[in-house]
């Protein structure tokens, strides 16, 4: 996803981190006026929309403003900082923070000035430049400089998330060339997504951060230049971010028609039942809904007959990723990818499907699902030229067999899965002894799933009782957020619940995900633990991909390892958001492709 929506999604979630994108075509800067400053920067060939546009052609530009957006936010909180690790970060501080650049929903990625009016970028790719608009200031009233942006960098990738260091490790220099304009150099031409998800990181003001400890969390209101304030504050229970009158960008055309909503409002929830029962009470106006069966049957009442409640479903082309059951090979117990793959098999997904989520969802079969980056069949091509390099490093199943998952037919009985489960096994060491699976030290096979989502208990339950079934004890850890992030950055855990979101151009964000460097990475996204120099190498080769077909077949290539590595047990995905509302909240007509986009939306009170 472009990372305007990824930080943003960084700041409002928890554990999910959504991905960026990865192949930056110069076609468009390599002409006469190669280092003219361009307004926008479009990762295939032309940006959409040209220098005169006036909005986006998916708002609304006539939209009231104001009004109140209630929603649900689950666990608690405790700081009010996102960018480091300490703490529990509150929900919805994205809506404080602006940045260089800002992404259209309706291009796959291409991004448009905000706090920068126009960028330079060097036609060998060496530098990128950013020009500050001069209108541009921070809710206290002092303007975005050029020292700001060095500042956020520098600040950012020395005492922020371990994110900040790999994402941008191939800036080499930053410069305040002036007071509005700001250098960055780079180490490589190859890594041709960096200049424009440099200009989407959310810049902070040097002269707030001066005299604060930015490493320690912190329930004090940061300073944004961003279209809302935070003007509640109830730790671990409310928040509320009121919409600026005074905000500098208010009129941009990247602005306009979005940013309606008068105040959004965050009412934390410890359990997500009370959360679905307090919208239906008319506490909440709105709720993204991802569980199948309340879908089909939670909003049945008086209130959905009457419109008061509106379920609307909006198809979208993202990549869906990866959710799965994430296997920590830390751990000795996982270390065999055997085993691994025997635990899925025990895995009954067609019983799931039609049992709990009323068959409602696809089983995933791909990093990148939902997607032309998916692997699929067997190799061939380009795909085939490159595993090939690697072939004397990689299982033999990779070039001679199409990945697949068992599949049932949803009676509940696996018996072929479970003779399969047990073949493998007992390859990696392990036999039964009467109801117990044991090594070859009489020790039992059990391991822990650790969860901080109790709508998750009841898919674990019936895996459970399958692997009981070969004496494999699973136990159920459910946590609060706080100890579950805890636990998540000391690895403290066997196997938990994650998603690895993609963009149709992944980059820079693959190494977080897969790279050795990130396996022992505190708050890293290496949940696996994989340390496998034939995935280093693909994911350097997919940031480095000159053409976009290359980053296909590159992407490919790492999706089928990765997949035969038998790190995540898969699970499922759809192609469209389900979106529970109350009737004043507005839609318009159009929703773009590549988000859900929300920050379009206004109140239109009865």
């Not at 960018?83 to 260089?100: C, E, K, N, R, V």
């Not at 997504?193 to 930015?214: K, N, S, T």
């Not at 759809?574 to 492709?593: F, G, H, M, T």
Request: glycine share 6%; aromatic share 12%; charged share 25%.
């Amino acid at each position: 996803m472009p990372a305007s929506r990824f930080f943003t999604d960084r700041l409002n979630r928890l554990t999910c981190i959504t991905s960026l994108a990865g192949l930056l075509a110069f076609a468009p800067l390599t002409l006469a006026a190669e280092t003219a400053c361009q307004p926008a920067l479009s990762l295939y060939g032309e940006p959409k929309y040209g220098e005169d546009f006036q909005h986006f052609d998916y708002v609304n530009p006539s939209a009231p403003t104001g009004g109140q957006l209630r929603q649900a936010a689950l666990g608690t909180f405790d700081s009010l900082n996102p960018f480091i690790i300490q703490g529990t970060p509150a929900t919805g501080l994205g809506h404080l923070y602006d940045s260089l650049t800002y992404h259209s929903a309706d291009e796959p990625f291409t991004e448009y000035g905000l706090l920068a009016e126009c960028m330079r970028l060097d036609p060998e790719g060496e530098w990128i430049e950013f020009q500050l608009r001069e209108e541009a200031r921070f809710q206290d009233g002092e303007a975005v400089t050029a020292e700001d942006v060095v500042f956020t960098f520098n600040l950012l990738r020395e005492k922020g998330q371990p994110f900040y260091r790999a994402y941008y490790a191939d800036i080499t220099a930053i410069e305040a060339v002036s007071s509005q304009r700001v250098r960055f150099q780079l180490a490589t031409a190859d890594n041709r997504e960096l200049p424009l998800i440099i200009g989407q990181v959310p810049i902070l003001p040097q002269h707030y951060w001066a005299e604060r400890d930015f490493t320690q969390p912190s329930l004090e209101v940061p300073l944004g230049s961003g279209p809302y304030q935070l003007t509640e504050v109830d730790a671990g229970r409310r928040l509320v971010y009121t919409r600026d009158d005074n905000y500098w960008g208010r009129d941009l055309p990247v602005n306009r028609g979005r940013n309606n909503i008068g105040q959004h409002v965050y009412e934390y929830f410890r359990d997500a039942t009370v959360a679905l029962e307090a919208f239906k009470a008319g506490r909440l106006d709105y709720r993204q809904e991802n569980i199948a069966r309340n879908w089909a049957e939670a909003y049945e009442g008086p209130a959905l007959e009457q419109g008061k409640i509106q379920l609307v479903s909006l198809e979208h082309e993202n990549s869906t990723g990866m959710q799965g059951f994430f296997f920590n090979t830390r751990r000795e117990i996982f270390a065999d990818p055997r085993v691994r793959l025997g635990l899925t098999q025990l895995f009954d997904f067609e019983w799931t499907n039609q049992q709990l989520f009323h068959g409602a969802y696809t089983r995933t079969e791909s990093y990148f699902s939902n997607s032309e980056l998916a692997s699929r069949g067997l190799p061939e091509g380009r795909e085939l030229e490159i595993l090939d390099h690697y072939r004397d490093q990689l299982p033999q199943e990779v070039f001679t067999r199409e990945y697949d998952l068992p599949e049932t037919d949803g009676s509940g009985s696996i018996r072929p899965q479970m003779r399969k489960a047990l073949s493998l096994f007992r390859e990696a060491g392990w036999q039964l002894d009467g109801r117990r699976l044991v090594n070859d030290q009489g020790i039992q096979m059990e391991f822990e799933i650790l969860l901080h989502n109790a709508s998750f208990e009841r898919i674990v339950l019936p895996w459970k009782r399958n692997l009981e079934r070969l004496g494999i004890q699973m136990n159920l850890r459910l946590v609060d957020v706080t100890q579950y992030l805890n636990r998540l950055r000391d690895f403290d855990y066997d196997l938990v619940v994650s998603t690895l979101g993609q963009s149709l151009s992944p980059g820079n964000e693959q190494r977080e995900y897969f790279h050795s460097d990130f396996a022992q990475a505190s708050d890293g996204r290496n949940l696996s633990g994989i340390e496998d120099p034939v995935v280093d190498a693909l994911v350097e080769k997919l940031i480095a991909a000159p053409t976009r077909e290359e980053l296909v077949q590159t992407t490919r290539a790492l999706d089928r390892v990765l997949l035969w590595g038998h790190y995540v047990l898969p699970h499922w995905h759809i192609d469209e958001y389900r979106v529970a509302k109350r009737a004043k909240v507005r839609l318009p007509e159009v929703n773009p492709p590549y988000s859900l986009a929300t920050d379009t939306w206004w109140i239109e009170e009865d």
